[in-house]
Structures are given as structure tokens and as C-alpha cells.
């Protein structure tokens, strides 16, 4: 039973590249969730999907944040232009959501620095 | 805005002692409370509670949802060294309105587990 998958593990570069990780859900899992978490702070919601379908995105989503899930399965989350702010873990998550009360079930998330 | 309200934020204890954590609610259209104990990667899933007064217990871990007072505990007891970790709350919403799916979660409490 596999679980949440995330790639890279860890990701250093430059303020002002551009930066992509992946998630693989739970398979058969139908909702990817991507979460954002800084030190000493719970996850922030930044956008989920429903299959393909991006049904909701944060505020904290600016413009240079974009999150695609082409095929309803794996999802990607780029970030242009990075700044320094946007050093954070960023987390993926998946669940069954056609079934009330699914609990979302996390991956061991990308640790992003910006240098 | 929702808002998930957690306390203490630390906690240190020696083996033995029982522990509790508290975990206060303001969220439009709640659906679920979750509960997650991250170490040094993802949350792990602990518990999900959606009745009032119906406790879940998973060995030495308890869990209970007062949804009249709009929080919630965790317990703890006969603490080890291993349960020394991050525990995370989380609200949900329910369908039929926004932000159906994302979760609103606590800052932490830090647990510190001293043999």
C-alpha cells in the first residue's frame, strides 16, 4: 500500500528561478490537496483538485504559483520568479472524495530554500 | 474566516504522564475535526471526529469533539518518548458551501516526551 509521494525531497536555488515539484497521490484517490508549511506553523491550504478539475485556489496563490493535475492522477505545482518568502515545506495530500468523511492522507513533502 | 485555535503550543513531560491537548474551533458549515501527529515529515493521520461526545480511541490515544463548545481534546496516556512529535488540528467545512474539501489547521503543540 503505497502512500503519498513527493518529488524532490528537497529543492536549494536561486531567488528568481523558476521551480516545479510533483505529487503522486494514493492511487484510486479521486482529491489532491497541495498545503504550504513554514516553521513553527500548521499547513496552509494553497489549492485542491477533484480529478483534473482545480476546484479551489487560496488567496495565498499568487500569480506565480500554478498547479495543474493534467490526467487525474499526479499533480504538479510550479512556483516563477521564487522569492525568498517562498522557502517553506511544501506538502501534498490526497483523498477519496466521492465518500463524506474521507480523511486527507499527507506525503513527506518537498522542503523548498530559496538562497 | 476559520480559524483553528490549538493549546497548549508546548508541552514537555517525562514518561508516564498522561497528557492533554485542546483544540478550539470558529469554522462556517463545519464538517470535521481531524487530529494529525507529524514528526519529521508528513502528518500522519490519528483521528477524524464529526459527533459531539462520542470519544475515538486508538491504544493509548483518545480523541473527543464538543461541537457545542467548538472544541476539541486529544489524550495521551502513559506517555513514551515516541509520541514526542507535532500535533496538528484540523477543521473541515462541509459540502454545499465554499471551501468544501480544504482544511483549516492549528499552529501545533509541541510535545516533548523525557524519558
Known amino acids: 500500500d503505497t502512500g503519498v509521494s513527493q518529488d524532490p525531497r528537497h529543492k536549494i536555488t536561486k531567488r528568481g528561478q523558476n521551480v516545479t515539484f510533483r505529487c503522486d497521490p494514493i492511487?484510486?484517490?479521486?482529491?489532491l490537496y497541495w498545503y504550504r508549511q513554514t516553521l513553527g506553523q500548521g499547513p496552509e491550504f494553497l489549492t485542491y483538485f477533484q480529478n483534473e478539475a482545480q476546484l479551489e485556489k487560496s488567496r495565498l496563490l499568487s500569480d506565480r504559483f500554478s498547479a495543474e493535475r493534467p490526467k487525474g492522477s499526479f499533480s504538479t505545482l510550479e512556483i516563477q520568479r521564487t522569492e525568498q518568502g517562498d522557502s517553506a515545506m511544501y506538502l501534498c495530500?490526497?483523498?477519496?472524495?466521492?465518500?463524506?468523511?474521507?480523511?486527507?492522507?499527507f506525503g513527506d513533502g518537498t522542503r523548498l530554500s530559496i538562497l | 474566516e476559520d480559524k483553528v485555535v490549538q493549546s497548549p503550543l508546548s508541552l514537555v513531560v517525562h514518561e508516564g504522564d498522561t497528557v492533554t491537548l485542546n483544540c478550539s474551533y470558529e469554522?462556517?458549515?463545519?464538517?470535521?475535526l481531524l487530529w494529525y501527529k507529524q514528526e519529521k515529515k508528513a502528518p500522519t493521520f490519528l483521528f477524524m471526529l464529526?459527533?459531539?461526545?462520542i470519544e475515538k480511541k486508538s491504544g493509548r490515544l483518545s480523541s473527543i469533539l464538543d461541537k457545542k463548545e467548538l472544541f476539541s481534546i486529544l489524550n495521551i496516556t502513559a506517555t513514551q518518548t515516541g509520541d514526542s512529535a507535532i500535533y496538528l488540528c484540523?477543521?473541515?467545512?462541509?459540502?454545499?458551501?465554499?471551501?468544501?474539501?480544504?482544511?483549516?489547521f492549528g499552529q501545533g503543540t509541541i510535545l516533548t516526551v523525557h524519558p
Open positions: 492511487s484510486e484517490h479521486n482529491r
Open positions: 495530500a490526497s483523498s477519496l472524495g466521492d465518500r463524506e468523511n474521507q480523511p486527507q492522507h
Open positions: 464529526t459527533s459531539s461526545g
Open positions: 469554522v462556517t458549515n463545519f464538517r470535521s
Open positions: 484540523a477543521v473541515g467545512r462541509g459540502a454545499g458551501g465554499t471551501s468544501y474539501g480544504k482544511l483549516t
